[in-house]
């Protein structure tokens, strides 16, 4: 919930191979510096739809390319990225890195990646041993073992947002919710391969075709690992993933933390959650020493250990099966990834075709050995005055919350003096991060995609559960600084504004003040604000679970939200489907707040001249342009209705709607009632 992009732009379901990101050309323009007054359709009122006012021409002569399910500004922004990095890595690869360097991995990794003809040739064999070991399991005991040795530190409840493990369950590893200075274990539901819940529980016709579909790729992909009677083995895997869906929180319960916080010790699981063998389960997951874990859904871990007590053995090993090929689909035989993609990409984003395989290279190389890749591309692409300025700009917008929280009537004084001393403490990150993750316990070897991606993700988890107990680093980044993405750390009072991001369109030291606060400052406002909504006000300073606000000022604030939240649902992309306005709640509300704040900084930023005109356009109108410009988009449908369904962002026309509640944007366009978007004054949600 925490990054400013929707996740669901970075991964379709699956944490080692992704689809969506391409390199096709879009026709965004950049000619000048500032707003692209070519993208705005001046045909549109302001104040009928300002979404389609500043982004109507882009989106009218803009074709999603085939290889991706949807394209917008951020995506374009990444292709330079992935562009980047890949010459990065071509370069490293070029160089004959030495043995055992990170170098040496990088290449290693992306050219075993890159070997197709290697992948066919080995055909379905480095899945064999795996394969072997699940067939060998003979009781619900060595289940439990098996199951514990697929957990994988693959979920993240608060910085990144993801809530999603095809595994049974997923490792978060990360600042205590009750001893911030020390690392914790939390434990997340798992083991749908589909994204959510709603995809198994959801009516409509949509959603039962989906799930019809979803049945006959199980059995398309067991009957190419060559099992017997796929077709009644994937009805039969679909019924547990319905049964375990059932036992699932949704994911606006996932986002209320107060329900996270549930402590279970190692005894905890065994009396509260009866079914599955723990001991064997922690046991296969090398945590046996482990005291107590975080359980974020304890219904679910009830429900889905019952299950495994109650659901047949070999429906478990199917699944399992089923789980591992899907997996790793993408780096198997041709045969295998089209059939992984027929699914993931076409049936449930609409994207027609794969990313070339080159990107997809990249992405693995990203997703494995991120950091060693990052700090050559902070080198390359991120320049101490580029820094320098950035800075600068994000001081300047905390300077402008300083003023918004000493200005609120509503908030009572000691409440406002735990927040200033929040933003005082509050790490900002800017471009790259001061140390690298370490890599030495990754081995990566030449022509072993399979491998690598297996022991690379594993790697990972001995990384991870070995931070248990040690105390926390406050400056570990959560992006990488190849990542077009912000992030806020909420648990260590700390945001993330990676090299990538901080560029145009986002970022040009060459335009306006009033178009990069309105692109890139709504972007810093709107992290920094993380800082102070519903979740931000269950951290204090020091990142710890405290509520520092007095109750009035709690009761305020919801009162405001639920506004929104109220302003939210009312939006619908589709006859049959509408904006939960619960589930985006925090991303809406930090919204509101970033272009507050942004607004502020800009004006401030004139220091009483006047602004210039550009275009024919005043300051506030280039500042409000700029930041409608970020939400240009045009996803497809099943891509679209995807992230209403299991995204906490909402869909870029609705966020670039917040304007309807900032009292500036009337004067500016001149917005009067009766106008589609107007709202009367009363009826503009104002939280900061
Ligand atoms: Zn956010």
């Known amino acids: 919930m925490k990054s400013f992009f929707s996740y669901l732009r970075l991964v379709v379901a699956c944490a080692v191979v992704c689809n969506l990101v391409s390199s096709a050309q879009d026709s965004w323009a950049q000619e000048a510096h500032g707003i692209a007054v070519t993208n705005m359709d001046r045909s549109v009122k302001a104040g009928d739809d300002f979404y389609r006012y500043a982004n109507g021409e882009w989106i009218k002569r803009t074709e999603i390319p085939a290889d991706r399910a949807a394209i917008d500004v951020w995506s374009k922004l990444s292709d330079l990225s992935n562009q980047r990095t890949a010459d990065l890595i071509a370069e490293i690869a070029k160089s004959n890195p030495p043995a055992g360097s990170e170098s040496r991995k990088v290449a290693d990794l992306y050219n075993s990646y890159m070997d197709e003809a290697g992948i066919e040739a080995k055909g379905l064999s480095p899945l064999r041993p795996h394969l072997d070991a699940i067939a060998a399991i003979h009781d619900k005991r060595e289940l439990a073992r098996v199951l514990g040795e697929t957990l994988r530190a693959d979920v993240d409840a608060l910085n990144n947002t993801n809530y999603h493990t095809p595994n049974l369950f997923g490792l978060w590893v990360a600042p205590g919710f009750n001893d911030s200075d020390h690392y914790a274990g939390y434990l997340m539901q798992g083991g749908l391969q589909l994204p959510d819940r709603e995809y198994y529980l959801g009516g409509g016709d949509h959603m039962r075709a989906i799930r019809e579909q979803y049945q006959a790729h199980i059995a398309a992909m067991l009957k190419l690992e060559g099992f017997s009677d796929p077709e009644a083995r994937a009805s039969r895997i679909v019924e547990l993933e319905h049964a375990i869906a059932q036992t699932h929180r949704t994911l606006s319960e996932n986002e209320d933390i107060h329900k996270a916080n549930n402590t279970w010790t190692q005894s905890d699981f065994r009396a509260k959650a009866p079914g599955l063998d723990w001991d064997e389960y922690f046991r296969g997951a090398g945590m046996s020493q482990v005291e107590s874990f975080i359980v974020w859904q304890p219904e679910a871990f009830t429900g889905e250990s019952a299950l495994v007590a109650s659901t047949p053995l070999e429906t478990w090993k199917d699944w399992l099966a089923f789980h591992l090929i899907d997996a790793y689909g993408g780096v198997l035989p041709k045969a295998v990834a089209e059939q992984r993609f027929a699914f993931f990409g076409k049936v449930l984003s609409g994207t027609a075709q794969q990313r070339p395989r080159w990107q997809r290279g990249v992405f693995v190389v990203d997703g494995l050995l991120g950091d060693a890749v990052g700090q050559v591309y902070a080198q390359h692409y991120f320049s101490p005055e580029a820094k320098a300025q950035a800075e600068t700009m994000v001081a300047n917008?905390?300077?402008?919350?300083?003023?918004?929280?000493?200005?609120?009537?509503?908030?009572?004084?000691?409440?406002?003096?735990?927040?200033?001393?929040?933003?005082?403490?509050?790490?900002?990150?800017?471009?790259?991060?001061?140390?690298?993750?370490?890599?030495?316990?990754?081995?990566?070897?030449?022509?072993?995609?399979?491998?690598?991606?297996?022991?690379?993700?594993?790697?990972?988890?001995?990384?991870?559960?070995?931070?248990?107990?040690?105390?926390?680093?406050?400056?570990?980044?959560?992006?990488?600084?190849?990542t077009v993405n912000a992030v806020n750390l909420p648990l260590q009072n700390a945001l993330n504004f990676p090299a990538a991001i901080l560029q145009p369109p986002f970022y040009d030291p060459k335009a306006p003040a009033a178009f990069n606060y309105g692109a890139v400052g709504t972007i810093i406002g709107h992290e920094i604000s993380h800082t102070f909504d519903t979740e931000g006000s269950a951290f204090d300073s020091k990142g710890r679970v405290r509520n520092w606000w007095t109750p009035e000022d709690l009761k305020h604030f919801e009162t405001a939200t639920t506004q929104l939240a109220a302003q939210y649902d009312t939006y619908k992309p589709f006859p049959d489907l509408s904006l939960n306005g619960k589930q985006t709640l925090a991303e809406n509300i930090a919204d509101v707040a970033g272009i507050s704040a942004a607004l502020d900084g800009y004006r401030a930023s004139l220091a009483g001249k006047p602004a210039p005109v550009q275009d024919g356009f005043s300051g506030d109108q280039q500042f409000f342009i700029a930041f409608a410009e970020n939400w240009g988009e045009k996803p497809r449908e099943a891509a679209l209705r995807q992230q209403v369904m299991t995204d906490s962002h909402s869909p870029g026309e609705y966020r670039s709607a917040t304007v309807r509640n900032i009292d500036a944007w009337y004067g500016a366009f001149d917005v009067k009632a009766g106008e589609k978007m107007y709202l009367a004054p009363e009826e503009r949600v104002k939280i900061w």
């Open 397 to 482: 917008m905390i300077v402008a919350f300083r003023k918004r929280i000493e200005a609120l009537s509503w908030m009572n004084p000691a409440t406002k003096a735990e927040a200033q001393t929040k933003l005082s403490t509050l790490y900002v990150g800017i471009g790259y991060p001061e140390t690298w993750h370490d890599y030495s316990n990754f081995e990566v070897k030449a022509g072993d995609i399979f491998g690598n991606i297996w022991r690379g993700d594993l790697a990972d988890y001995q990384r991870q559960i070995a931070r248990l107990g040690k105390p926390v680093d406050k400056k570990e980044w959560s992006m990488t600084p190849q």
